[in-house]
């Protein structure tokens, strides 16, 4: 039997509105109802981990465990802070008064100039034959050049005022260093340098004669000395003593044993620091690093170093100045009673002083680039005016 055709259309027309209301009600005015619930389960499904979070940074911030491995977080940290220093000289070039370069011909230079200044290299690569960096403190502008292609009558000279670092620790060392002075003296009698001082690792035993001859208060050119180990001429007016520093330069080392040393120096509370030739040594230098707190024998030593009647603070004059926070003995003696001692100190109280260590190394190598620098403008600019 066969349907009229207008009631059956009729039909399909209903049936298809029905479906479209039925649909339009669900997803306009259904989805509305189960958003809200949706949601709040949402939140109340992310709300265990933000309390963990929340515990977690709380029990963390909490923890006073001492965690050798932030070395490398906060050597992540000083390389930002330095990069953002290197913008900031950049800023600053031409409001300066006072341009020094800094000619590194010893290993102690790169202790002068990247952890006392902090500055950098390009490139970084240590064994680059020309590395080079600038950096400015107060009203003076430096700029460091090392390296094997540093020869003398070799570069272009032009800056009035140089620091020339040199080693002087053995006859070998001494005739080198001699010839980098010869060079300076004829820049100084040709006009082409006004000013010059020097940075010496001098001898440990303090027989640094050979340079007194190139000393301006000799008839000579070398306006400021600053020497390392307690020499008997530091007198605070031309002669200064500067840290000997940490060991920049050891050909043996590889990446696994100087991983291992600093592994063993974040992990000991105490490192033993026993004269050797000189009370001064890098491993004082390397400890504080770490905070490591430095057991020091607190010794004179053969040579001419500074005679204790007259440096009642010698040895180790510059450090005591200072107020380094180390443990001074004057016989290993006693080493036993301090061990002793060491086990009755809580471990809050361990890291306490290892935090104040580091902090005070930190501040040791500011005020020493500050004074560095406050003697270079004093001497130099000064020297300019008159």
Known sequence: MRLPRKPLCSFLLALYCLFSLYAAYHVFLGRGRRAP??????????????????GREQSTLGSEEWNPWEIDERNEQEHRFKTSLQILNKSTKGKTDLHVQIWGKA?????????????????????????????????????????????????????????????????????YATQWLLYAQNLIQTQKLQHLAVVLLGNEHCNNEWINQFLKRNGGFVEL????????????????????????????????????????????????????????????YEACSYGSVPVVEDVMTAGSCGNTSVHHNAPLQLLKSMDAPFIFIKNWKELPAILEKEKTIILQEKIQRRKMLLHWYQHFK??????FTNILESSFLMNNKS
């Open 107 to 175: 290993a102690i230079g790169l202790y002068l100039w990247e952890h006392i200044f902090e500055g950098l290299l390009d490139p970084p690569d240590g064994t680059a034959p020309w590395r080079e960096g600038n950096a400015v403190v107060g009203r003076t502008r430096y700029s460091f050049i090392t390296g094997p292609a540093v020869v003398p009558g070799y570069f272009s000279v032009d800056v009035n005022n140089v620091v020339l670092i040199l080693n002087g620790r053995e006859k070998a060392k001494i005739f």
């Open 225 to 284: 000395l600053f020497i390392i180990y307690d020499s008997p001429w530091i007198n605070d007016v031309d002669v200064f003593q500067w840290p000997l520093g940490v060991a920049t330069w050891q050909p043996q080392e590889t990446n696994e044993s100087l991983k291992n040393y600093q592994d063993a120096l974040l992990q000991s509370d105490l490192t033993l620091c026993p004269a050797g030739v000189n009370t001064e040594c890098y491993r004082i």
């Open 366 to 371: 500011t005020e020493l680039k500050m004074r």
């Open 37 to 54: 619930a949706a949601s709040s389960r949402a939140l109340r499904k992310g709300a265990a981990p933000a309390r963990e979070r929340r």
